[in-house]
């Protein structure tokens, strides 16, 4: 699967990760997880969606 740009309500939910959006792709993205792959270390890393990061995730449904 090709890493994308994230989205400006994904560089959000990256944010909330504690991690820095730019330095970022997006590999995958499901309901629960998302699969981001770092630029500068050029790893594959997973991150668990919470329960903090669907309320900013259901603002940007509209």
């Not at 400006?8 to 309901?31: A, C």
């Not at 997973?46 to 449904?61: A, G, L, P």
């Amino acid at each position: 699967m090709r890493a994308t740009r994230p989205t400006r309500r994904q560089k959000i939910l990256i944010s909330g990760f504690g991690l820095n959006g730019d330095n970022f792709l997006v590999v995958k993205e499901t309901d629960g997880t998302m699969e981001l792959y770092n630029k500068k270390t050029r790893k594959t890393i997973t991150r668990y969606k919470k329960e903090k990061n669907y309320e900013i995730h259901s603002k940007f449904k509209s």
